[in-house]
Nanobody, 122 residues
Framework: QVQLVESGGGLVQTGGSLRLFCAAA????????MGWYRQAPGKQRELVASITGGGSTNYADSVKGRFTISRVNAKNTVYLQMNSLEPEDTAVYYC????????????????WGQGTQVTVSS
């Protein structure tokens, strides 16, 4: 069993910063990629940023230059530094671990965190 535990959401004013943290816990052997998705009310869940074990990153166009994703492979943790926040960034942010291989199974699976609310006031 793998669990993703998130923290760092909250309420911030336009132009402010927040840092999200996610840790994957369990008998993990490796994780292909970790990332953050978000879902605003009435909208579909969308990719914000992702990072592979080798450090390759991918960002949504709307957050490029403002958000930075980073990862500590040895600790199965991922961070999202969010700067210059805008009201349009308001959403529930979900941590994702893709291609998780645990020590007790040869099958890679994907996991999701429970979500953390980010609210940016204008």
């Amino acid at each position: 069993q793998v669990q993703l535990v998130e923290s760092g959401g909250g309420l911030v004013q336009t132009g402010g910063s927040l840092r999200l943290f996610c840790a994957a816990a369990g008998s993990i052997f490796s994780i292909d990629a970790m990332g953050w998705y978000r879902q605003a009310p009435g909208k579909q869940r969308e990719l914000v940023a992702s990072i592979t074990g080798g450090g390759s990153t991918n960002y949504a166009d709307s957050v490029k230059g403002r958000f930075t994703i980073s990862r500590v492979n040895a600790k199965n943790t991922v961070y999202l530094q969010m700067n210059s926040l805008e009201p349009e960034d308001t959403a529930v942010y979900y941590c994702n671990a893709r291609g998780v291989l645990v020590t007790t199974s040869p099958v890679r699976r994907d996991y999701w965190g429970q979500g953390t609310q980010v609210t940016v006031s204008s």
